[in-house]
């Protein structure tokens, strides 16, 4: 709460009306008339009184004004009149949006994990009568609040929350930090959390985890994509087991799909040239039914 202001204006004033009441000291001096001093005097006095009696606040701000100990009013933005030694501005209360940075260090989570957590906290005083009557420091009480609720809702959330679930955590806090300062004119407009740090042993623990837990996956779609495979082979087996034609067809892409690369000479045993002419194409199929071939 700022109590000290600099009011142009009534500076500007008061240097004015003491020149005319120093002028006018001067215009009559010989006159030796009663009016004479009288009225420069009562310049002089207006003059004396004048910077503290108007008094100017700025848009964003709000002034408390009490009359002889009591509230009188609230006062602001522009210039206003006090009464000297009666009236006392005793707070300033800027109703800008305002922010404070706060953290809890090694807090222990739900699962009994230490996590340090830096957060901000957006502010604003809606009620500047309730900011200045209700409690002494409406700013470091903030503070205290934000820290003791960011400790709370740790030690009611477990780790992977915290990490995965930020905007839960955000609107959490606001509403918990909202509740407390109510109370005191002060809004909690938003908060939020900038980092989540844990120390180095468990960043390696849950490193490694995670990457088995990858390699687990990793090893899973593997084996689908070879029981996948084994199944396809399956089913040409059994089609080339049934066709002697396709199985020659293929056995002759076979050897195309080798030599068409390079232009390579390739030996082939007589046994698999025997296989690739229809008639031991057709011996093959029969033998793979379990019908003895033609001699």
Not at 111 to 135: C, G, K, S, Y
């Amino acid at each position: 709460m700022n109590t000290t202001h600099m009011n142009a204006p009534a500076t500007v004033i008061s240097v004015a009306v003491l020149l005319i009441a120093l002028l006018m000291g001067a215009e009559f001096n010989n006159s030796g008339l009663l009016l004479a001093y009288l009225i420069p005097g009562a310049l002089l006095l207006v003059a004396a009184l004048t910077p503290v009696s108007l008094v100017m606040a700025k848009q964003w701000e709000k002034a408390v004004v009490l009359r002889f100990g009591k509230l009188h009013g609230i006062r602001g933005p522009g210039l206003f009149l006090i009464i000297p030694f009666v009236d006392n501005v005793t707070a300033w209360i800027d109703q800008r949006i305002q922010t404070i940075e706060f953290n809890a260090e090694q807090a222990l989570t739900k699962d009994t994990v230490p996590a340090n957590i830096d957060a901000i906290l957006f502010w604003q005083v809606h009620d500047p009568e309730r900011a200045a009557l209700e409690i002494t420091d409406y700013r470091s009480a903030i503070l205290r609040v934000a820290q003791t609720s960011l400790r709370e809702m740790i030690g009611a959330s477990p780790l992977s929350a915290l990490m995965s679930e930020r905007k839960v955590a955000d609107q959490q806090l606001k509403d918990e930090i909202g509740r407390k300062t109510a109370d005191w004119g002060v809004s909690a407009i938003s908060v939020e959390i900038r980092d989540v740090a844990i120390p180095p042993a468990l960043q390696d623990a849950m490193s490694r985890q995670a990457q088995a837990e990858r390699e687990k996956e990793a090893r899973i779609i593997l084996g689908s994509a070879e029981r996948e495979v084994a199944q396809l082979f399956l089913e040409a087996a059994n089609i080339y087991g049934q066709s002697a034609a396709a199985l020659q067809l293929r056995a002759m892409n076979i050897i195309y799909e080798t030599t068409k690369e390079r232009g390579a000479t390739i030996l082939i045993p007589s046994a698999m040239v025997d296989c690739m002419n229809p008639g031991g194409v057709t011996g093959l199929a029969a033998v793979a039914h379990g019908v003895p071939a033609a001699t």
